[in-house]
């Protein structure tokens, strides 16, 4: 009998707010998730009385996704926002979850993203570019959608894609976290241990940015040298 690698082996759930979220998104959402395991858990969350879901309710089947009924109780108020909280939180003390993505552009998912963060499970954020840093930055990860879909609609059309531009805040970061990482006398310190330290002070993802993985990312920003070695990828800070 096959064994199962431990990541495909990870449960993990993906909650998605229906009001909040495009389902031409959802594929890349899936197979974004697959770093963390296998998503067995997919609901979807929505009043389905509303005629904006019918692209939602088309591939309800299609994904396998549960979908979850929630009426609006008061005009103007949304239920869906605490059902789709209360699910997560019974999933979490379940303890059946490895990991939970959370699709939404809603900033009032920020408490939920840092509770899940406490219990030590990771939590990944799929939105789009409007979605509010504070829900951004509640989230292991946050992916933004809106650049993954410009990106892939650029390469379908035969185009070059255009690679969003890496701001100053961002060389910031990785500055910052390769002087903290420990370094060799050239300078030079282990990628590894600079993605660690970013993750603890920031959700990005180099994805958002046009880049499969943080090592594209920082080959091709002229602020830092790279150097691949046998034990992986070393970085040093230019300028």
């Known amino acids: 009998m096959a064994s199962v690698s431990p990541r495909r082996g990870r449960n993990i759930a993906l909650l998605i707010d229906a009001d909040n979220a495009s389902p031409s998104t959802l594929e890349t959402a899936l197979t974004i998730l697959g770093d963390l395991g296998t998503v067995n858990v997919r609901r979807i969350y929505g009043n389905w009385s509303r005629p904006g879901l019918k692209g939602w309710a088309a591939l309800v089947h299609r994904y396998a996704l549960e979908p979850q009924q929630q009426f609006d109780l008061t005009k103007g108020k949304n239920a869906t926002d605490m059902k789709m909280t209360i699910d997560a939180m019974d999933l979490l003390y379940d303890g059946h979850v490895d990991g939970f993505g959370l699709m939404t552009s809603d900033s009032d998912f920020m408490p939920l ?29 946050f992916i933004d959608l809106d650049a993954l879909a410009s990106k892939e609609e650029q ?72 150097d691949k070695r046998d034990t992986g990828l070393y970085v040093k800070r230019l300028r």
């Open 113 to 141: 993203a840092i509770r899940i963060r406490q219990n030590g499970t990771p939590v990944y954020g799929f939105g789009t570019r409007r979605t509010p840093e504070a829900f951004r930055e509640a989230c292991t990860r």
């Open 155 to 226: 390469e379908s059309a035969g185009k070059t894609p255009s690679v969003p531009v890496v701001d100053a805040e961002l060389v910031k970061l990785l500055g910052d976290a390769w002087r903290a990482s420990t370094r060799d006398e050239d300078g030079f310190a282990s990628l590894s241990e600079i993605g660690q330290r970013v993750a603890n002070r920031s959700s990005f993802d180099a994805r958002s940015y046009g880049f499969s993985r943080l090592s594209e990312l920082v080959q091709s920003l002229p602020n830092f040298a790279t």
